[in-house]
Structures are given as structure tokens and as C-alpha cells.
């Protein structure tokens, strides 16, 4: 890439350095990462010269680097200025999210190491995501941060035992609440009752039927206590009222 680099005009170099966080190139999105209007004319500029640049359509203006080149690039960019390189991946993010491509988004932000701007945006997205189905979407997404980012975040760490329970990896979610469950102390009420619930569901599943009636009966009563929101308590008392099913229990059921 070096042999590339140098041999092109200083600020087409510049322009391909500073916007090489980008998986691909258009007038707009680099526009707005440089803070600059003249963005189409250098990309058509790279057709007439020895870069390693395809254009992805004819009629789109956008522009793919060849990942080696756009991955030296980014290693340039990142050795010059940590600072620049961060800033790019956030305003990446922002105008990918203009655009409804929060997917795009979660990655720059954790090439950003933002893990707060990260984790903002999957509690924005979540419930979302989370009603179409596509947990292994959620799932994914989470993976991108490291596990200590998101046992620091109970909120994020609340979304990671839902989906594990929903994927019926009910051992791991079972593991994660006894967990969090270790420093009640340090949960609200609304959180215990949410995570009772949860391990009322994964003990269900498992089969453990009194074991799940206990936890869906703290998790309703907690729900109450905590004045939850209509959909929380209708869930503790759904699961009790399975549990109960379960059991025999049909009438309290």
C-alpha cells in the first residue's frame, strides 16, 4: 500500500487516508466525515489513477477499495492519530444511522471502542429487533463488546440473558442470573423482578417445574412491588400462571 500512497497527489491521500474507516466510498458519507463539499470530484479522480478502487455501480457514485489497500490505510490512520481515527468510526456511525443502518453503525462504534455510544444505541434498537425474532442479530451484536463492558452494564447484561433464553441456552442463562442475582444490593427492584422472571422461563424449559413456579412467584410479586410497566407484569404473572399449569395447579392457574 505504501508504494500506492505515496505516489499520489497529497491531498488525494489525505482524502483516502482520513475516510478509510469507511467500507465504502460516496461523495456523501465522505462529505460528511471531512466536514468538506468536494468529495465527488476526488472519487472520480481515482478511476484515472493507479488505485486499487472498484466501482460498485455505474450509476451509484459509491466505490469499494481493494480490503488490503483500505486496511493499510486504516493502520495509517490509526498510527497517526487515535484521536482522528475514533472520531471517524463515531461519525461514521451517526450518518450510517440517518441512513437506517444501525447494523453498520454497531460496528464503527466498536471499532471505536465507544462502548457507551454502543451500548445507547442497542437499548435504542433492542426492543426492536428483539419483537422481529432476530435475536441471533442481538446476539451478535453483543459479542462486538468485550464481556467485562457489558457485565458493567446491567441493562445490556438483561438484554444478553432474554436472548439466552430465547436461543434456549437456558444453562448459560441460568449462570448469568445466578450472577446477578449474587449483589441483589446492587439491582433495582425492577431489574430482580425482570431477571426472576427470565429464570422462571429457562427453569421452565428445563423441565424443573416447582423450582420455575418459585422464581415466576417472586417475579410477579416483585413486578408489583416495583410498579413495572403493564408488559413486565403481565409477563411475571404469564409465567406463573404456566408454572402453575405445570404443576397441577389449574385453578390457581
Sequence with gaps: GAEIIYGLPA?????????????????????HLLGTAGAAL?????ENLNVPVLKIDAGSGQYRLHPVFRDYLRSKLLERSPDR???????????????GRPAEAMSHLASAVDWDGFSDLFVRQAPVI???GRWHT???W?????????????????WEIKILVRLSQTDEALGAINDALRSPETLSMATRAQLETLRATALRLKGEV???KEAATSAAELALQANLPVENVIEARREL?????????????
Design 85 to 99: 481515527y475514533r472520531e471517524a468510526h463515531q461519525k461514521a456511525a451517526a450518518w450510517l444511522l440517518t441512513q
Design 138 to 140: 442481538l446476539m451478535a
Design 11 to 31: 491531498d488525494l491521500a489525505e482524502f483516502l487516508v482520513s475516510t478509510s474507516v469507511l467500507d465504502s466510498l460516496d461523495a456523501t458519507v465522505c462529505d
Design 210 to 212: 416447582a423450582a420455575a
Design 130 to 132: 428483539y419483537r422481529q
Design 42 to 46: 476526488l472519487l472520480k479522480g481515482l
Design 142 to 158: 453483543l459479542r462486538q463488546m468485550p464481556s467485562a463492558e457489558v457485565l458493567n452494564r446491567p441493562d445490556l447484561r438483561l
Design 241 to 253: 400462571g404456566i408454572a402453575l399449569g405445570a404443576s397441577g395447579e389449574f385453578e390457581e392457574a
